[in-house]
């Protein structure tokens, strides 16, 4: 269905995608993998005729072939490849039946007017060729993110000539999605591939890869590693594929004893859904918060935060008692919190990579009323150097990095402030393994100069292999400690999901 021989891709000198070749069979799930600076995104690109590749590749879909510097965005959608992105960009503020008609055209009456019935009975017939239960005259606003993103996939695939002709590009589907909005998506997609569409499926959760994946291609630095059969495979197999190293070598282990000065202590802690929460943290520890979604994990993060008000509860920061009345008073405190929605809570996309570096710092760099932007500037670049920020420019626009370098430079605006206490909620949701490893090695040097740390990730192998304690929270409450050689993610699974009677 898709062939593409000897892809290159060249920027002002710098070679990012060399000689990459791509085979995808008929009716299968292909996934692509890569790390930061992997190609992948260039190769996706090139196929979609956004960018012009260099000279001597081919690129061919259901035997339409044409050399690589000639594809166009219009080319690749007649051939049938069909491109959703992980922000599937439907239009919240417009029906579902308008959503379905941009892009293919409105149907018309008589004097060119909007034939509505028409449209909306087309739109009626994708919704049930695609088994949505949703309205076609439902607001996409109210439609929920998984939804979302199915209708954009229905958008792309409406006109196929055949039920399943066509190729669909997935990017990241599920970066933003919660889990049972994930299975949602996967389970449509699985039947989409058992009826014999061709998917090309990017995405950093590995475990979804091996879930519905047939066949997998892994770039790495900018060259194709490997084309092989999924079956059988496990996540660190794929992590050493993308990484050339596998996940336990990638989280630096700990250097020397946790300090026994206790930083912060909670006892009795009732905010939103927490229900009673005591907990200890010591100066240079990194303290797992394993739950389920609803277990209080995020809450307990923003009441600590000032986010969000308790109503009970005793809380001592060094011993003295911490009553955060807002954000800014944790802040000034020593707190600092990496949010779980990186987009909506932490990133200024629309502002440079300098500017988002200084946001938590900003007074240092004003001076007889102005902001030392020569100074700002020389901080945000070593700032750039040392924490690997791609690409390497202060005045990029923070939004258009990738999702691991948008959480590096969330995470260089925190620690370059020395915090008392760092706080981190999924802190690598939607970055891949390799970004991984950097993150948690900046946050292991924080954790040796004395930095406590409050870590709450939804992946339990991460969390065991990069907290040194953990809590199980359920329902609010903690119910289970766990230390040493007990912190394995198969008894954190068990602990969130059993009551304390089946517990073996």
């Known amino acids: 269905m898709l062939l593409t021989r000897g892809l290159s891709k060249t920027f002002a000198g710098t070679t990012v995608l060399r000689d990459a070749s791509l085979d995808v ?3 299968e799930v292909h996934a692509l993998l890569g790390g930061n600076g992997s190609g992948k995104s260039t190769l996706i690109k090139l196929l979609a005729g956004v960018y012009d590749a260099d000279p001597g590749g081919t690129i061919e879909v259901q035997g339409v072939r044409a050399d690589a510097g000639e594809w166009s965005p219009t080319l690749a959608r007649s051939a049938g490849l069909h491109f959703v992105h992980q922000d599937p960009a439907v239009f919240g503020s417009l029906t579902v039946a308008e959503n379905l008609a941009i892009g293919r055209g409105f149907a018309r009456a008589t004097g060119g007017r909007i034939d509505w019935r028409r449209t909306r009975r087309h739109a009626a017939e994708v919704l049930k060729r695609f088994s949505l239960d949703i309205s076609p005259d439902s607001q996409v606003s109210t439609l929920r993110p998984a939804e979302r ?25 599920t970066a933003s999605l919660p889990d049972w909005e994930v299975d949602i998506l996967l389970g449509a997609l699985r039947k989409f591939a058992a009826a014999g569409q061709t998917i090309v499926y990017v995405s950093h959760r590995l475990s979804e890869i091996l879930e519905i994946a047939d066949r997998v291609t892994v770039l790495r630095d900018g060259a194709q590693v490997v084309t092989r059969e999924v079956a059988g495979m496990t996540e660190g197999q794929l992590v050493e594929l993308i990484a050339g190293r596998s996940l336990d070598r990638m989280i630096p282990a700990r250097v020397g004893d946790i300090g026994k000065e206790r930083v912060l202590s909670v006892r009795g802690l009732v905010a939103g859904p927490l229900r009673g929460v005591d907990l200890d943290l010591h100066r240079g520890e990194i303290l797992g918060i394993a739950g389920l979604l609803g277990s209080g994990r995020s809450g307990l993060l923003r009441a600590l935060f000032g986010d969000l008000p308790a109503t009970e509860g005793d809380i001592r920061l060094n011993g003295a008692p911490y009553e955060p009345s807002s954000p800014a008073a944790a802040i000034r405190a020593g707190f600092g919190l990496v949010p779980e929605d990186r987009g ?19 007074p240092r760099y004003w001076s007889a009323g102005r902001l030392q932007h020569r100074r700002e500037r020389a901080d945000a670049r070593g700032l750039i150097a040392g924490f690997g920020v791609k690409p390497a420019s202060d005045a990029a626009l923070a939004g258009t990095l990738s999702g691991g370098n948008q959480q590096k430079i969330v995470l260089a605006r925190w620690l370059r402030r020395d915090p008392l206490v760092l706080m981190l909620d999924e802190p690598t949701q939607g970055v891949d393994v390799q970004a991984r490893a950097d993150i948690y090695a900046h946050v292991r040097r924080a954790v040796e100069a004395g930095t406590a740390v409050l870590l709450v990730t939804s992946d339990f192998e991460e969390l065991a292999l990069a907290a040194d304690r953990v809590l199980v929270l359920r329902e609010g409450r903690v119910c289970a400690e766990v230390t040493g050689a007990d912190i394995e993610p198969h008894r954190l699974t068990e602990l969130s999901y059993l009551s304390e009677e089946n517990v073996a």
């Open 149 to 173: 993103t199915m209708l954009a996939i229905a958008r792309a695939l409406q006109d196929q000539d055949g039920a399943h002709d066509g190729v669909l590009v997935l990017d990241e589907p």
């Open 344 to 362: 909506a809570e932490a990133l200024f996309a629309s502002q440079s990579v300098r500017e988002n570096l200084s946001a938590a710092v900003v």
């Open 25 to 27: 069979r008929r009716g």
